[in-house]
């Protein structure tokens, strides 16, 4: 997950004040809720290792947006067509491309590189393991550092039938062979207070993809076909799932007096079936 990756300088001046916990009985929460049953004996190593040398934990504030459920799983599923779209844009020069089924390679360009690996699909639940390395002016020398994110999401409908997703991720950082000074003067406050704003403007932006695709169909089948770093089939797979939403989008004009007026609730309706990867 992109939210999470290691802040430069610039991203925490731009972030505002930390919302989000450290708490030890938050980080004893998100532990319990990793589905450790159903990972393999690889990512369950893994997933171990950094729990039990966690340098940083964070549990980031709770985001809630509009988005239709089965593009939000395809967009958190797909980290390099989101990369892909802001590069487009112009918004960022973050690189991310794919590495295998499951993988990727990132880098900010700002110092730090790294390898990504989707470990669990729930689609309720993701576990994201990433490790990398930071070279760069804050440092005298090269620090290497790996993490778990948990990212736990919900799906309901509004009162007027709108999708809404609503979500939170909890992340723990193994930092290795970072004093504690250091830690607490540059890496504690660089992740928690960029990893705060990152997961929120990443929230909105899958927001504004949705509110796209239902209103401006032209467009995004365009922005689809300039997205050339990404796999042929995950680009049509995205071109299709915005044109559902603008044809429901078109027929959701028309009044229906069936709509509901009961408050925002839990629903299965356009809930992707579970997905469990094998390794």
Same mark, same amino acid.
């Given at each position: 997950? %992109? ?7 610039? +991203?925490?001046? &731009? +972030?505002? #004040?930390? $919302? ?29 290792? @950094? ?18 459920? +089965? ?10 067509? @989101? ?14 491309? *794919? ?11 700002? !110092?730090?590189? !790294?390898?990504?690996?989707? %470990?669990?699909?729930?689609? &309720? /639940? ?25 990212? *736990? ?17 909890? #992340?723990? /950082?193994?930092?290795?062979? /970072? !004093? ?14 960029? #990893? ?9 932006? %899958?927001?504004? @993809? ?10 995004? $089948?365009?922005?689809?076909?300039? %997205?050339?770093?990404?796999?042929? !089939? ?9 044109? &559902?939403?603008? /044809?429901?989008? #078109? ?6 007096? +069936? ?21």
């Amino acid at each position: 997950m %992109l939210v999470c990756w290691p802040a430069t300088a610039q +991203a925490a001046k &731009q +972030a505002r #004040a930390p $919302q989000g916990t450290s708490s030890r009985e938050a980080r004893d929460e998100a532990m319990r809720a990793i589905p450790y049953n159903q990972l393999d004996r690889h990512a369950r190593i893994k997933v171990g290792a @950094v729990l039990a040398n966690t340098t940083i934990y964070r549990h980031l504030p709770s985001e809630t947006i509009e988005c239709d459920a +089965a593009l939000f799983v395809f967009l958190v599923e797909h980290p390099d067509l @989101v990369v892909n779209m802001w590069e487009v844009l112009g918004v960022s020069d973050v690189e991310l491309l *794919r590495a295998g089924d499951h993988a990727f390679q990132a880098s900010d360009k700002a !110092g730090t590189r !790294g390898h990504i690996e989707y %470990l669990f699909d729930g689609p &309720q /639940v993701h576990v994201v393991y990433a490790e990398g390395t930071y070279t760069g002016s804050l440092l005298p020398r090269p620090v290497h550092g790996r993490c778990v994110i948990l990212l *736990r999401s919900n799906y309901l409908r509004a009162a007027d039938g709108r999708p809404i997703v609503r979500s939170n991720i909890d #992340a723990f /950082v193994y930092l290795e062979n /970072v !004093g504690v000074g250091v830690l607490a003067k540059t890496f504690q406050p660089l992740v928690t207070s960029s #990893a705060d704003h990152n997961f929120r403007e990443t929230t909105r932006f %899958l927001a504004s @993809v949705h509110r796209a695709a239902e209103t401006n169909y032209a467009g995004m $089948q365009r922005l689809a076909q300039k %997205l050339t770093k990404i796999d042929d !089939g995950d680009r049509r797979e995205f071109a299709d799932l915005t044109t &559902q939403l603008a /044809v429901r989008a #078109a027929l959701a004009e028309t009044p229906s007096p +069936a709509r509901s007026a009961n408050p925002a609730r839990p629903s299965t309706a356009g809930r992707p079936a579970p997905r469990l990867r094998k390794r």
